[in-house]
C-alpha cells in the first residue's frame, strides 16, 4: 500500500510514513513470545502451554493435585521433545557458554510429570535475545531432585549480549487434571554471575518475570537450580 501510494499518479487513501511505522514494533516481535503482540505466535505444542500470567486466573488445586498423587512419567509419555541447539562456531576473541542443566530441588519433585526446562535470553525489556531451547524431559528423580544432566548451548556470543541481559530457566511440568503444561517457577542468571564452574541460584514464584521487577522465592528451604558453566574462547 505505500508503495502503491507513492508510485500511483492518481488520488488514492495514503498509506503514510507514519502508518508503517506503527508495524515496527509489531514485525520486531513477531518471532518472540511478547503480549504486546496483538495475538500468540508462539509454536502451538501439542499439550497447552499457559501464557505468563494466564494460569493465575485457573483455579490451580496445588495441595489437591499433590494429596491425590499425578501419577508417574510412564503412566504420561512424553509430548514436548527438546529444541536444543548446537554450539555456535567459534570467532577469534569470542566466548561461547555451555550450561549443564545438573538438577533441581523441589520439596514435591517425585510428584512432577514430563518435567523440562525452558531456556532464553532476554534483555531487560524481557525481549528475547536468542532463541527459546526446551530441554527433552528429566529422566530421573531422586528424594527432592530431579536430575536433567543436559548441556543447552547458549546462542550468541558473551561478548554481543546488551548490558543488563539474564539468562532465564523456567520449570515446567505437565498437569493431567487441568491438561495442561504449565510454569512451576523460574530462574535466572545475570552477566555478572557468568564463570567457568558450578553455580546454584534460587527459585522464584511463577509468573516468570523476565523484567526481574517483582520477584518471590518459591521456598525458604534451601533448595535451588544446580548448573555447571562452561566457557569456550578461540
Do not use: W
Not at 529422566?139 to 546462542?155: A, G, N
Not at 493431567?176 to 564463570?195: G, L, N, Q
Amino acid at each position: 500500500m505505500r508503495s502503491g501510494a507513492l508510485q500511483s499518479t492518481q488520488p488514492q487513501d495514503e498509506f503514510k510514513l507514519e502508518d508503517l511505522k506503527k508495524l515496527e514494533p509489531i514485525i520486531r516481535n513477531i518471532l518472540t513470545y511478547n503480549k504486546e503482540f496483538p495475538f500468540d505466535v508462539q509454536p502451538v505444542p501439542l499439550r497447552k502451554i499457559l501464557a505468563p500470567g494466564e494460569e493465575e486466573n485457573l483455579e490451580v488445586e496445588e495441595e489437591e493435585e499433590n494429596a491425590a498423587g499425578a501419577g508417574s512419567p510412564e503412566s504420561f509419555p512424553s509430548r514436548v521433545p527438546g529444541t536444543l541447539l548446537p554450539r555456535l562456531p567459534s570467532e577469534p576473541g569470542m566466548t561461547l557458554l555451555t550450561l549443564k542443566i545438573e538438577k533441581i530441588g523441589l520439596k514435591d519433585a517425585g510428584q512432577c510429570i514430563d518435567p523440562y526446562m525452558t531456556v532464553s535470553v532476554k534483555d531487560v525489556n524481557g525481549i528475547d535475545l536468542n532463541p527459546i531451547q526446551d530441554t527433552p524431559v528429566a529422566t530421573r528423580k531422586e528424594d527432592t531432585y530431579i536430575h536433567f544432566s543436559v548441556d543447552v548451548e547458549i546462542q550468541k556470543h558473551l561478548e554481543k549480549l546488551p548490558k543488563g541481559a539474564a539468562i532465564f530457566f523456567e520449570f515446567k511440568h505437565y498437569k493431567p487434571k487441568k491438561k495442561f503444561t504449565s510454569t512451576k517457577c523460574f530462574a535466572f542468571m545475570e552477566m555478572d554471575e557468568i564463570k567457568p564452574g558450578p553455580i546454584v541460584i534460587e527459585l522464584y514464584k511463577k509468573p516468570t518475570d523476565f523484567k526481574r521487577k517483582k520477584l518471590h522465592l518459591l521456598t525458604k528451604k534451601p533448595l535451588y537450580l544446580h548448573l555447571h558453566q562452561t566457557l569456550h574462547k578461540d
